[in-house]
């Protein structure tokens, strides 16, 4: 594979793309890809690979270390890597990214995330109390969408009229750009968020509160700790990750129990195994999945191929999460599985912030469908469920039947 290109599908649009993932990374360590949206790249396959390189220096994130033939690609689209949110963490290298990241992490505590753990539970009863026992009930659309959102808005103290406004505008921001009208969309959405965003920092300004925003103006106007642009843009990353991605997460992650009814009756049986099962499901299927998006500062060779500096790297995640000589019978899916180093986070400095709170919530929603309604099954078949059109994999919709309601909730 490593003298020819192999050409990146829609992977969002399969059912299953880990076969095509399989092939690749039996090819070799990396291999020659081509994208709808930014041409041909590089896939790195294999867990230790990936794993090494995601925390090193000579990939950075940041666009301008494309080279010029990459961003005349990117510039047909009128489309660069950073553009949706400006000046973030996610698209600095250290050691600016050093100092964001510090900056949000004193605010972004474990006490914080802890805080948040009664307020889902209770959130996903609430969501869980008026739905049908036996007629299809759309998951992704009564539970994986509004949880988040809720939760996230929590988080940074927002209202319920922000979620409304807010939530498919960042939807929109992970459309992949394949044409210069996908683009367009997602520059129309990021302009609309940033105005919007911008409001709510005045607002917050005005009118602190006890929430993860008023924490980050402070850093800005007492410490000098952030920007103007970096405060806007952080508030942006801190709700599309907290919002967007955790939803494809929870979605992809029940998903994966309906296709595999023997693990949800596993956890049925033994619901200490909800840990564990919330690892494995994101190892099994993370809701990024080609890679993560690097640029190679400097050549870089692995045995025989060299990725020449400037080139456009993907970090693979699907492909390492489901490499056989990290992870034994990768292809089955065990809710027990313990050593279970995924990447579905990433890894390295750039590590996701947020993974706290994600598995917190996944936990809390997997709990409280095993507690309350312990003979759930999908209204169709697995295979029919649609996937989202996006670059962030996960089900578009999941009709289940919801079953009897235990007689104990709690």
Not at 179 to 197: G, N, Q, S
């Amino acid at each position: 594979m490593s003298d020819r290109v192999a050409r990146a599908r829609t992977l969002n649009q399969y059912l299953d793309p880990y076969p095509y993932f399989g092939r690749l990374r039996e090819s070799g360590r990396v291999v020659r890809i081509r994208t709808a949206f930014a041409g041909e790249g590089w896939l790195v396959t294999r867990h230790e690979d990936a794993q090494s390189l995601a925390k090193d220096p000579r990939l950075s994130v940041d666009a301008r270390r494309a080279g010029p033939e990459l961003r005349c690609r990117m510039d047909e689209f009128g489309f660069r890597f950073g553009d949706c949110l400006p000046e973030t963490m996610l698209i600095m290298d250290p050691p600016a990214h050093t100092r964001l990241r510090r900056t949000v992490a004193r605010e972004f505590t474990p006490r914080r995330v802890a805080g948040l753990a009664s307020y889902i539970e209770d959130t996903v009863d609430r969501l869980l109390d008026p739905l049908p026992p036996d007629e299809p009930t759309d998951l992704v659309t009564v539970l994986a969408e509004p949880l988040p959102t809720m939760v996230i808005c929590r988080l940074l103290g927002l209202g319920e009229q922000d979620a409304t406004y807010l939530r498919p505008l960042v939807s929109a921001l992970t459309e992949l750009p394949v044409d210069p009208e996908a683009a367009a969309r997602v520059a129309k959405a990021r302009d609309a968020v940033w105005t919007y965003l911008s409001h709510l920092v005045e607002e917050k300004r005005r009118t602190p509160d006890d929430g993860l925003l008023s924490a980050l103006v402070r850093a800005h106007d007492d410490e000098g700790r952030l920007t103007d642009t970096e405060l806007t843009s952080m508030a942006g990353v801190l709700f599309a990750g907290g919002a967007e991605t955790t939803t494809q997460m929870i979605g992809s992650g029940l998903l994966l129990l309906m296709r595999h009814p023997e693990q949800w009756a596993r956890l049925v049986d033994s619901p200490e195994l909800v840990p564990s099962a919330v690892d494995e499901l994101l190892r099994f299927e993370s809701p990024v999945t080609l890679g993560l998006i690097r640029f190679a500062a400097e050549d870089i060779t692995l045995d025989d191929v060299t990725i020449p500096r400037g080139d456009l790297v993907f970090v693979g995640v699907a492909t390492a999460n489901h490499d056989p000589r990290r992870f034994p019978d990768p292809e089955h899916l065990d809710v027990a599985r313990r050593d279970n180093s995924h990447l579905a986070f990433g890894h390295g400095p750039h590590y996701c912030l947020g993974a706290p709170l994600a598995r917190l919530e996944l936990q809390v929603v997997l709990s409280g469908l095993l507690r309350r309604h312990p003979r759930l099954e999908p209204a169709c078949r697995p295979a029919d469920v649609p996937w989202r059109p996006s670059a962030l994999r996960g089900p578009a919709s999941l009709p289940v039947r919801l079953g009897p309601r235990a007689t104990t909730t709690r």
